[in-house]
């Protein structure tokens, strides 16, 4: 299980904890971990890249494979997690992953950035208005919500842009939530059909949910936990 960068790895913590309960009580070994320079992983000295991330998610899977004994394997990440995962299937190849469980993906780097600038900037607004107006953001000093971005890891993320890669896996599942980006649905169309049976699924949630200061950890819908569960247990068996 990838989970997202910054704030968005708080607000989802809970949301990855339940989601990993249900999976394992729907039979599968999980596994959820940190990537580096995230949550208790160390960063390298020359610090972190989504390259780097990509790397972590394969020993991640390998990981998982060799201590479980489990033959097909299920990806699974929300927004930038998700995006991790999608990166990591364009390189591994379908006989690596089975499943790719992907929610609300990043689809495009320079849009994520653009969404975290608006996210600091309306954060300030309202906690601290007398320093929120005119300082833009310094090349290879941004930041948002107490969490840093180097210049290393803005640039690999500018780097990003789902529409030129092609996952490959077994089954792909698309889910999006009322916060995803409209761009998503590409993905359908950059799969090879012949290797790869996708799967859409548009669900509208809470209002609460995805706010434009963030995501509310307190309300996680969770009929679709359950409905990526469920899809996930059918197509891997």
């Not at 499943?99 to 601290?128: F, H, I, K």
């Not at 896996?169 to 649905?185: E, K």
Request: proline share 5%; net charge negative; glycine share 8%.
């Amino acid at each position: 299980m990838c989970y997202p960068f910054g704030a968005e790895y708080m607000w989802m913590h809970r949301a990855y904890r339940q989601l990993a309960a249900l999976y394992s009580r729907a039979g599968f070994h999980v596994l959820r971990f940190d990537l580096c320079g995230c949550g208790d992983s160390a960063s390298p000295p020359d610090g972190v890249s989504i390259e780097q991330w990509v790397a972590d998610t394969a020993f991640a899977t390998e990981e998982l494979r060799e201590t479980s004994g489990a033959e097909k394997i299920a990806v699974f990440g929300f927004r930038l997690g998700a995006t991790i995962a999608a990166l990591h299937a364009a390189e591994s190849g379908a006989a690596k992953t089975e499943a790719l469980v992907l929610w609300d993906p990043v689809m495009n780097g320079d849009d994520y950035l653009a969404e975290l600038r608006q996210l600091q900037e309306t954060w300030l607004a309202r906690s601290l208005p007398q320093i929120s107006a005119t300082k833009p953001w310094d090349e290879g000093r941004e930041g948002y919500l107490g969490f840093p971005i180097e210049k290393k890891l803005g640039d690999s993320m500018k780097r990003i842009d789902l529409r030129k890669i092609k996952p490959q896996c077994s089954h792909l599942g698309l889910f999006q939530s009322n916060m995803a980006n409209a761009n998503m649905d590409i993905l359908r169309q950059t799969t090879d059909p012949e290797i790869t049976k996708t799967h859409f699924e548009s669900v509208e949630t809470s209002k609460e949910w995805a706010q434009s200061g963030g995501l509310d950890p307190l309300s996680i819908p969770s009929s679709l936990l359950q409905k990526m569960v469920d899809w996930t247990a059918e197509v891997v068996k």
